[in-house]
């Protein structure tokens, strides 16, 4: 026992000797949350742990006192049961089956060996130090350490799909010293010790140490890595069998580990929502204090004379309270009991619209768009910030090798769109086997992580390829998309990888093949930024050290005296292209170097503390005196519409950054092709290496555009980022938020994190958009982050609250959902709270007939039915509702100022709400009061009085009809669903009203058809209905007429095209769609001393000439037709007028024609200065 | 999803605001021209009134069948909550009622507040208790003959089918713990229909055939129990003839006039503003923010 006190400080894992095991946890795997005796008891107490379920409690208890209760009890205690028997149910479900996958995981039998005996257990059984055997395409129960498998040198494949979602194979290598240990015998006699790190989170780290037998010395500790680990969930593919030592069991797994769940996030709107729910609550504790005082006043004033209430003469000490108590229950209404569940299913029918939405299903990728989170959709549409990767977000992250600088000379540099791999330059010197290029691809194809594959079978491949080049297409696998490409390039030009076997590596050369030893890889690393090779040619045993990186790493580690301007001019211009650029180097190195290094290396990788640093500080010292080979350069194209998504995202007036790692000039080129960065704008870099410089730099910019009227952009690096987020935040924050964009480039992850911090902190609305494993502190730390299921693998997508397969459908997701979205929720919220209040409101009145006795004017029945049927079921099919349509957003993006501005749920629209409750509530009971008094009416057929049971049913139908053409009259957008629901719950009401009167049993029984063959029952209704309607459809006509908003213009704008038979939009859509292509064109390389080009977008509004509409108004539908189709016409006529002639500006100038079409349809303002900009540019790169 | 969306755009609203308004006139004149054929008399009596005694009514105009007759209470809150709740739907249909269920009934529940079953009134609770007990019967003056008023059928037939039956054996009347001895007493459910107002009437007999003559003297004699003056209530009969809105309800009449004239003004009001100074709809020059 006192060891479980104990906090684990180290694990030592032992093989063969379970004894010495026994204190860690066995295998028991379990995820769910109850036991079934616990379930009730435990499930009631979290349920009763949220404020408004112990207030709603409350309410239901004291309406057992008969004394106070208005209504039946069941009209609380009936919705409060029915919403935690739901709650109940689907805590319960989820956690049933829980249970069914934990006794499936738990019961799966493994073969294994404990104490020198092999056996079969569960996998709950299964404890550390048992040596687990696993066969292909099995997952492993545990963490194990691998120690052997079928291969020789113990290497295996894993999938690591369950973990991160990635499903490309990754290679796991036994130590030399366990893949002997081939044969079950020989583990049985397996002494090992792993001695560990206790349990922990951390999937990408595993560091610690084996000892073959326990009394071995510190020496002959062998150190193991996270190339030794399978971890729980991971599959073995490729692989017939392993064997490996169990580390980690059950819920102490780093899977298990990462099991927490997160915190729940609560969009803004629910904040409000809560806050408006407390603001109702402190009005209704008034009202509680003026009617019960009053009430008070009454009885003891008046009431004691009435010899009929029989008051007595001294009362029971609880008697004040009454009073008050009563009208609490009357008011408990005011606080709609079924509004949190009524907003939960519509946030999750929110989230199932998303994911049903075709318009975000991408066919390449063959997937739709995905909401994991499903309680935040209003979010969405209260973006004020976007914080955006590049690489694989607003790219495709597709790499293609386009051009190189090898020793001072540039291929591929005829044009812009010219490839390397095509140029004859190149080609002839690969042909004539000259060194350095020979050298410079021999690095690309060596210095990487790439598993080659081959399609078919496992035929000798460099036999076939003399015979058949093009058929025997090498596959390589790699988790990087740049390698992919450069290993490709090398590849194309005859510097083939063909093999990779634990240290062997295979290319071809010229058609023969070379192999190398490889030593060590030091691997890349976002820190590093770099990769380099240590390998030995096996024939000629020469040793290399190949590296490549970003440009500053490299060239800190040259040789000194060689000659770089030129490669780093090439450098440049590449980067200025918008290509991703690399530098390669490589040395020779002798064999006392690398046997100096091998013993550091060794002697930091036993390190289990700070490993890394230690290996970092080995390698640093070993990447050193490089000769510098060259440049490479990588375009990765922009996404498809993406310089459309973010015009459309800034005119919905969000602010757009960009955090990247990429480099200044690549982020910049990026920036301005995407439109993140118009021509019209001045860019100011922010520099410095300390506090003192960021401040200055800082300070100037500030002076700077204080008397500016231009939109300006700010950039940032990374390094000055993280002086800048220090002492000087204020000032960079003060700056940013004036900015129109800000670009950080050669950022770390956690400096993305702390950016998005920054501007969070402020209060802002944000959210984080990315695709790769770097992106994930940026996506955890928004509001809302949104993860692209792009090439490097899931682990954002994992992060995310939703997930999109391409940049462009973020439109879509925030302009059309999260707009929705949050229109929907705010009117079912506010709607809520407004016929609550209402209800109540009548309730209230009519006590002022009663002596403030807290009498309720409906009955239980009615009570229960109005919050729990007849105004909670039809509200759902508001979520059908759409204030504009979908078009009308992304032609107008402003449109979403709306929600992001929070102009549908605010203190005015809620005041407005709250008045309507008043003024209606007040004025339905008193006419009510005035038709129904009791000297003049008479009911026609029978003469009888009024009854008390009959007005309130008259009352309560009443209300109905209010309460639906209310519904009616806020609904923008009517289906058939509508009109199906809407006047199908009056009917359904008044089906089961006369239902209701024909039970005798019931107090309603026969009351509804007196009122129903009553006259002045329907004249009431007539003149209530319009009373109460009336003066909202007035004020909703003027406002909407004379002080109208975008969305009443733009749904006019609809209507107008409807009503001449037209799409909706049409002429607006034939214009952009004409001029589409315009926007989303590739701008070609900027000058660097020219940041403010004055290339000015043309809005496309203007080709139209001005509001044309207004003359087309006037005149009758058809001309109106016939004129639209005309103009239609003819700006599609101006359009290609305007693209031909800018083709023949291109032919003339006789500049190299571009393939692709976007540069085809460039502007015809800036296409002169941009194609001459293009030929300059050329030229430079020919020299 | 196809769908419309419906505009308030003037060509809407405005016709609808006159058809309204139009709508609201002619119902208001027609109630006005109904609501003057009903006659109605009323007249306080608890003011001079003892024990016993007449009043004098006279016709202004014949008062055709069926003419209603009522007392009506003022200052009188039946709809008071601790009045109201007190009684027991289950007894009144004839079931015996427990002690325990009795509760409803608080304050008068049982003979000197005895916890047994036996004990509890029939019917408890305060409505039944406290039932109106005035006697009204009416007469020609000059003839000292009694007009045909009947007390059947003032209450609902459906209470008398299904709400209010007499329990078996009946309540003996001589018994301190009987209220009422006849659970189908009219007078009785008339009075155990709560009023929803303080000011109400309750029927009390009807002339089913002929009328009252015009300028003809009708005796009412009064038989005055009832206390009103503790707690500054009226008491007044009333006679009252109805047309197909029932009684002499002129508040409903006042109410389609005044709105009548309201929309009326405000369709006139919306027209000027639409030609004087309408607003052009959908219009492209609106959307102005797609030009900046």
Redesign the interface.
């Known amino acids: 026992m006192w060891r479980k006190k104990n906090k684990e400080t180290k694990r030592l894992s032992f093989a063969n000797n379970s004894l010495l095991n026994e204190r860690y946890v066995k295998n028991q795997v379990t995820n769910s949350k109850y036991k079934w005796w616990n379930f009730i008891p435990l499930n009631l107490w979290e349920q009763f742990g949220r404020f408004m379920n112990q207030y709603f409690l409350l309410i239901a208890c004291l309406q057992l006192w008969t004394e106070i209760t208005p209504v039946d009890p069941e009209t609380t205690w009936g919705p409060l049961a029915f919403i935690f028997l739901l709650a109940a149910l689907k805590e319960g479900l989820d956690d049933l089956n829980r249970h069914k996958g934990d006794k499936k995981a738990n019961e799966r039998m493994y073969h294994i060996i404990r104490d020198e005996e092999p056996m079969d257990v569960m996998s709950k059984d299964i404890s550390v130090g048992d040596i687990l055997y696993l066969e292909e395409n099995m997952e492993s129960p545990c963490d194990i350490v691998l120690l052997s498998s079928s291969n020789e040198d113990g290497s295996c494949y894993i999938q690591t799909a369950n973990l991160d979602g990635e499903t490309d194979l990754k290679p796991r290598l036994g130590l030399p010293n366990t893949a002997s240990l081939g044969t079950e015998e020989a583990l049985c006699s397996f002494k090992g010790v792993v001695e560990c790190k206790p349990p922990n989170p951390d999937i990408y780290v595993f560091d610690s140490r084996l000892k073959m037998q326990p009394d071995d010395s510190e020496e002959d500790i062998l150190s193991l890595s996270v190339s030794q680990i399978i971890l729980q969930g991971v599959h073995l593919r490729n692989t017939e069998y392993v064997y490996g030592l169990t580390v980690y069991t059950g819920n102490q797994s780093k899977l298990g580990m990462n099991k927490l769940t997160p915190d729940t996030k609560w969009t803004k709107i629910d904040k409000q929502i809560n806050r408006t729910t407390l603001f109702i609550f402190a009005c209704q504790f008034l009202f509680l204090l003026i009617f019960g005082i009053t009430g008070g006043v009454w009885k003891s004033k008046t009431g004691k004379d009435k010899f009929y209430l029989y008051y007595p003469e001294d009362e029971r000490w609880f008697q004040p309270l009454v009073i008050p108590l009563r009208f609490m229950l009357l008011m408990s209404l005011m606080i709609p009991i079924s509004l949190k569940v009524t907003l939960d299913i519509c946030k999750y029918i929110y989230a199932s619209l998303i994911n049903w939405d075709l318009e975000m299903w991408d066919d390449e990728n063959e997937m739709g768009a995905h909401a994991s989170n499903t309680a935040i959709s209003e979010d969405l549409g209260q973006i004020e910030y976007i914080f955006s990767d590049k690489t694989g977000t607003l790219t495709e992250n597709i790499m293609e090798f386009k051009k190189c600088s090898i020793f001072g000379k540039s291929y591929g540099t005829k044009h812009r769109n010219s490839s390397a791999l095509e140029d004859p330059e190149l080609l002839k010197d690969i042909n004539e086997q000259r060194p350095e290029v020979i050298l410079f691809f021999k690095n690309l194809a060596l210095n990487q992580s790439v598993v080659p594959s081959y399609p078919e079978t496992d035929s000798d491949d460099e036999d076939d390829l003399s015979d058949s080049d093009e058929e025997q297409e090498i596959i390589y696998k790699a988790s990087s998309p740049d390698e992919e490409a450069l290993v490709k390039a090398a590849s194309k030009l005859g510097i083939k990888f063909t093999e990779r076997k634990t240290d062997l590596l295979t290319i071809v050369v010229n058609k023969k093949p070379i192999q190398y030893q490889l030593i060590q890889t030091l691997e890349f690393s976002s820190e590093r930024k770099r990769m380099s090779v240590l390998v030995r040619e096996v024939d000629s045993r020469q040793i290399f050290l190949f590296t490549k990186g970003a440009d500053d790493v490299i060239l800190e580690r040259i040789r000194d005296g060689q000659e770089t301007t030129k490669t780093i001019k090439h450098l440049e211009r590449f980067a200025k292209n918008g290509l991703r650029t690399l530098l390669c180097g490589y040395r020779t190195v002798s064999e006392e170097e690398l046997e100096e290094f091998l013993k550091d290396f060794k002697k930091a990788n036993n390190e289990i503390e700070n490993r890394d640093q230690e290996l970092e500080k080995v390698f640093s010292k070993f990447e050193q005196d490089f000769i510098l080979l060259g440049a490479t350069a990588i375009e990765d194209k922009l996404q498809d519409e993406v310089p459309q998504t973010i015009r459309i995202l800034r005119e919905a007036g969000i602010k757009f950054w960009m955090l990247t790692g990429d480099k200044f000039s690549t982020a910049v080129q990026i920036a301005k092709s995407c439109n993140l960065m118009p021509y019209d704008g001045l860019l100011f870099p922010i520099e410095g290496a300390d506090q003192g410089e960021v401040e200055n730099s800082l300070d100037k910019i500030s002076e700077e555009v204080q008397n500016l009227d231009k939109n300006f952009y700010i950039i940032v690096q990374g390094s000055t980022l993280k002086i800048a987020l220090g002492e000087v935040k204020h000032k960079l924050l003060n700056l940013s938020l004036q900015a129109s964009s800000v670009i950080c480039c050669r950022t770390t992850p956690q400096q993305k994190a702390g950016v998005v911090q920054m501007v969070k902190e402020l209060g802002k609305m944000t959210l984080a958009i990315g695709d790769g494993g770097n992106d994930v502190t940026m996506i955890q730390t928004a509001h809302v982050g949104v993860g692209i299921a792009g090439r490097e693998g899931l682990q954002a997508v994992r992060a995310s609250d939703y997930s999109i397969s391409r940049f462009k459908f973020l439109r879509r997701l925030m302009l059309v959902h999260g707009r929705y979205s949050y229109y929907r929720t705010t009117f079912l919220a506010q709607y809520s709270f407004y016929k609550s209040i209402f209800f109540c409101v009548i309730q209230l009145t009519f006590n002022f007939w009663t002596g403030f006795s807290g009498m309720s004017f409906f009955n239980s029945l009615s009570v229960m039915t109005y919050n729990g049927v007849f105004t909670a079921i039809p509200i759902f099919f508001f979520l059908l509702d759409k204030d504009v349509s979908e078009e009308s957003v992304y032609l107008n993006p402003h449109l979403y100022r709306d929600s992001s501005q929070g102009r549908f749920y605010n203190k005015k629209t809620l005041f407005w709400w709250f008045i309507r409750a008043i003024y209606q509530g007040v004025l339905a009971m008193v006419m009510l009061a005035g038709i129904y008094q009791g000297r003049g009416y008479i009911y026609p057929s029978d003469g009888s009085g009024i009854d008390n049971q009959l007005l309130s049913m008259t009352g309560f139908t009443i209300v109905i009809q209010i309460q639906t053409f209310t519904m009616a009259l806020e609904t923008k957008h009517w289906t058939f669903y509508n009109h199906f629901i809407i006047w199908g719950f009056l009917v359904f009401f008044y089906i089961s009203t006369i239902i209701a009167n024909t039970l005798p049993n019931l107090e309603i029984y026969y009351l509804l058809f007196r009122a129903y063959s009553d006259p002045i029952h329907w004249l009431s209704c007539v003149l209530i209905n319009t009373i109460v309607l009336a003066p909202v459809i007035i004020a909703k006509y003027w406002s909407a007429q004379y002080i109208p908003n975008r969305a009443d213009l733009v749904r006019e704008r609809e209507v107008y095209y409807r009503s001449r038979g037209l799409p909706i939009n049409a002429a607006d859509a034939t214009i952009l769609n004409n001029l589409n292509s315009t926007e989303g064109r590739v701008i070609p390389a900027y000058n660097s001393s020219d940041f403010g080009i004055n290339g000015i977008l043309t809005p496309f509004k203007d080709c139209f000439g001005k509001s044309d509409f207004e003359e087309l108004n006037k005149k009758d539908p058809l001309t109106t037709l016939i004129i639209e189709n005309i103009q239609n016409d003819i700006l599609k006529k101006k359009t290609q007028e305007v693209r031909t002639q800018r083709e023949l500006d291109k032919k003339k100038k006789n500049v190299g024609l571009n393939k692709s079409n976007s540069d085809d349809s460039s502007n015809s303002d800036s296409s002169t200065t941009a194609s001459s900009t293009t030929e300059d540019e050329d030229d430079e790169l020919n020299n | 999803?196809?769908?419309?969306?419906?505009?308030?755009?003037?060509k809407c609203?405005i016709p609808f605001c006159y058809l309204?308004s139009a709508i609201?006139l002619v119902?208001a004149i027609t109630?006005f021209v109904s609501i003057s054929k009903v006659d109605e008399i009323?007249q306080r009596y608890d003011k001079d009134c003892t024990t016993k005694c007449n009043i004098t009514i006279e016709p202004t105009k014949d008062m055709l069948a069926?003419v209603?007759f009522?007392y009506?209470l003022t200052n009188?809150?039946?709809?008071?909550?601790?009045?109201?709740k007190s009684r027991s739907?289950k007894q009144l249909r004839g079931e015996t009622l427990s002690y325990a269920d009795s509760?409803?009934c608080d304050?008068?529940r049982s003979y000197d507040d005895k916890e047994s079953t036996k004990e509890v009134y029939e019917p408890c609770g305060?409505v039944a208790?406290?039932k109106f007990n005035d006697t009204f019967s009416i007469m020609e003056e000059s003839t000292q003959k009694s007009v045909g008023f009947t007390e059947k059928?003032?209450a609902?037939e459906?209470d008398l089918d299904?709400?209010f039956k007499n329990p078996d054996p009946l309540p003996d009347p001589d018994s301190p713990t009987t209220i009422q001895s006849n659970y189908q007493d009219e007078h009785f459910i008339?009075w155990m229909?709560?009023?929803?107002?303080?000011?109400?009437?309750?029927?009390y007999a009807?002339l089913k055939t002929g009328k009252l003559e015009k300028n003809k003297k009708y005796t009412i004699q009064i038989e005055n129990n009832y206390?009103v003056h503790?707690?500054?209530g009226t008491k007044s009969i009333s006679f009252?003839t109805?047309?197909?809105?029932?009684?002499?309800?002129?508040?409903?009449g006042w109410?389609?006039l005044v709105?009548g004239l309201l929309?009326l003004a405000?369709s006139i009001s919306?027209t000027l503003?639409?030609l004087l100074w309408g607003?052009?709809?959908?219009?492209?020059?609106?959307?102005s923010?797609?030009?900046n």
């Open positions: 999803m196809g769908g419309k969306n419906p505009l308030l755009t003037p609203v309204f609201f119902l109630l009323t069926p209603y009522y009506q009188y809150h039946q709809n008071h909550r601790k009045y109201i739907d509760s409803v304050p008068i305060l208790w406290s059928g003032i609902w459906s299904e709400k008339v229909r709560v009023a929803p107002l303080p000011t109400f009437r309750k029927l009807i206390p503790q707690f500054e009252s109805s047309t197909w809105i029932g009684g002499k309800n002129s508040a409903i109410c389609y709105i929309l405000l919306f503003k639409h607003r052009e709809l959908g219009n492209s020059k609106y959307l923010w797609n030009k």
